[in-house]
């Protein structure tokens, strides 16, 4: 199994952190943020991963390396001094996708879900006619209004109840190469609007911790949490 993780932004909202550091490699009691999606992967019996690169790219790559400490096979997609935002990043890993279903996973964030669900949710989405299932969480005071409403498992836009997206999901290739705005740049949200108005993008809602790593606060609350420990 496959799966993407998005590690090319700027980290902007957490300077200074990220003066030096590229936000994928800020530590939680002492790990990598994105050491523990990797972990979580391998365990979880994936093989290949592929890491979209921009800023400080270098540093992630010499940290990862070909992934085979952690039981995977890493590849990188280097997208230059200006990330391409999620929606280009996918795009431009179409190849290497070979139109089978995949995980992806935002570097920037920390939880404890388990990755056996992610690849239970790939077996799933290949079956059906859809083209992604999001990980859904409750709304953090960040986000107040939520991303998205959830009609048995299919998403809607946020009305009535509401739920935020977590960063991690599954989707076919189709997703992005079927739509028909895709771009060199542009935001993943554009797809999922586009195909959710076509009731093809399901969810699910998560229960566990779940932190958008967004604040150098946010970063240093996890320190002394028994979160951290996951």
């Known amino acids: 199994m496959k799966a993407i993780i ?69 590849e990188y997609s280097e997208e230059g001094p200006e ?16 139109n089978q279903c995949f995980a992806m996973i935002s570097a920037d964030i920390y939880c404890n879900f388990d ?11 290949e079956s059906i006619d859809a ?13 107040p209004k939520g991303d998205f409403s959830l009609q048995h498992d299919t998403l809607r836009l946020a009305h009535q109840q509401t739920y ?19 771009r060199q740049r542009f935001p993943l949200r554009e797809a999922f609007y586009y ?6 993008v399901h969810g699910y809602l998560c229960s566990g911790f779940w932190s958008d790593v967004g604040t150098p606060a946010r970063l240093e609350a996890l320190q002394s949490s028994p979160t951290g420990t996951h």
């Open 164 to 182: 935020t997206y977590s960063g991690i999901g599954v989707a076919k290739p189709t997703l992005i190469d079927h739509f028909p705005l895709k």
């Open 6 to 74: 998005f590690a090319a932004g700027k980290g902007e909202r957490m300077r200074p952190l990220t003066d030096q550091t590229p936000k994928p490699l800020l530590t939680v009691n002492g790990k990598a943020l994105i050491d523990f999606h990797l972990e979580k992967l391998a365990k979880a019996g994936f093989s290949q991963v592929i890491i979209n690169l921009a800023y400080k790219g270098e540093m992630i790559k010499h940290h990862c390396g070909n992934g085979h400490r952690y039981g995977l096979a890493i």
């Open 83 to 98: 990330p391409l935002e999620t929606g280009g990043a996918l795009n431009l890993c179409l190849p290497w996708f070979q």
């Open 195 to 200: 195909w959710l108005d076509k009731s093809k």
């Open 131 to 143: 083209q992604a299932n999001l990980a859904l969480v409750a709304n953090p005071d960040h986000n």
């Open 115 to 125: 990755y056996v669900n992610l690849a239970q949710r790939i077996r799933d989405l």
